[in-house]
C-alpha cells in the first residue's frame, strides 16, 4: 500500500488561504469518507484536525477546513497564522489493508 | 484529560527485543480500539498494529507480520507492543493512539517513543 501523495511544501503570508491535496486512489481517499488530517510540530505527536473529511474535533480551530473530490481529499487553512506552521498530513481508510497515511506537507508562514 | 503515556523504548541491537508499554488514563479504555503507530525523521507516520476495543482482533503491517505482537490489559488501562527480532528500518518514534468511531481516526496520541536499532 502507498502512502497518499501530498505536496511536500505550501507557503503562504500571515492572513492567507491555502489548501493541501491528498490525492489516492479508489481503494481509500476515492472510495470511502473517512479521510482525516493531522497536524504536527516538530518534536511533537500529530495532532487531530479534521475528521470525515470535513468534521472538526472540538479543540481544533474554525480557521481548518476539510473537502473531497474524487481520489483527492483537501485541507484548508484560512487566515494563515504563525502557529500554523508546521508538518501536515491526511490519513484514510483503505480496503487493501487498515489505513494509509500521506506523504506529508510542509507548511511555512512568510 | 485523555493521556496515554508511552514507554519502553531505547536503543537495541539487530535481532534484538523491546517491550513498549502505553498507560491510559481519563477514559473508558476498554471502550476503544487502540493504536501502535510509527514515523521515521522526515516521513509521514506508518501503522504498525491495531487491536481491537476487546482484543478480539488485531491487524499488522506487512513489514511487523510475524515479529511484532500487540496486546492489551483492559484491567490495567494499559497497551503493549512486543517487538522481536528488530531490524535497522524498526528504528523510529512509536506512538501509542486512540482511534475514535472511524478505526483509522486517530483522536488522541502519546508522546512518543524512540526506538533506535543499531549495532
Known amino acids: 500500500q502507498s502512502a497518499l501523495t501530498q505536496p511536500a511544501s505550501v507557503s503562504g503570508s500571515p492572513g492567507q488561504s491555502i489548501t493541501i491535496s491528498c490525492t489516492g486512489t479508489?481503494?481509500?481517499?476515492?472510495?470511502?469518507?473517512?479521510v482525516s488530517w493531522y497536524q504536527q510540530h516538530p518534536g511533537k505527536a500529530p495532532k487531530l484536525m479534521i475528521y470525515?473529511?470535513?468534521y472538526r474535533p472540538s479543540g481544533a480551530s474554525d480557521r481548518f477546513s476539510g473537502s473531497k473530490s474524487g481520489n483527492t481529499a483537501s485541507l484548508t487553512i484560512s487566515g494563515l497564522q504563525t502557529e500554523d506552521e508546521g508538518d501536515y498530513y491526511c490519513?484514510?481508510?483503505?480496503?487493501?489493508?487498515?489505513?494509509?497515511f500521506g506523504t506529508g506537507t510542509k507548511v511555512t508562514v512568510l | 484529560q485523555v493521556q496515554l503515556v508511552e514507554s519502553g523504548g531505547g536503543v537495541v541491537q539487530p535481532g534484538g527485543s523491546l517491550r513498549l508499554s502505553c498507560v491510559a488514563s481519563?477514559?473508558?479504555?476498554?471502550?476503544?480500539?487502540m493504536n501502535w503507530v510509527r514515523q521515521t525523521p522526515g516521513k509521514g507516520p506508518q501503522w504498525v498494529a491495531v487491536?481491537?476495543?476487546?482484543?478480539?482482533?488485531?491487524y499488522y503491517a506487512d513489514s511487523v507480520k510475524g515479529r511484532f505482537t500487540i496486546s492489551r490489559d483492559n484491567s490495567k488501562h494499559t497497551l503493549s507492543l512486543q517487538m522481536d527480532d528488530l531490524r535497522a528500518d524498526d528504528t523510529a518514534v512509536y506512538y501509542c493512539?486512540?482511534?475514535?468511531?472511524?478505526?483509522?481516526?486517530?483522536?488522541?496520541w502519546g508522546q512518543g517513543t524512540l526506538v533506535h536499532v543499531a549495532s
Open positions: 481519563a477514559f473508558v479504555f476498554s471502550d476503544y480500539t
Open positions: 479508489s481503494s481509500d481517499v476515492g472510495g470511502y469518507y473517512y
Open positions: 470525515d473529511v470535513s
Open positions: 490519513a484514510s481508510y483503505t480496503s487493501k489493508t487498515f489505513g494509509v
Open positions: 487491536i481491537w476495543h476487546d482484543g478480539s482482533k488485531k
Open positions: 493512539a486512540r482511534s475514535q468511531h472511524i478505526l483509522t481516526t486517530l483522536d488522541h
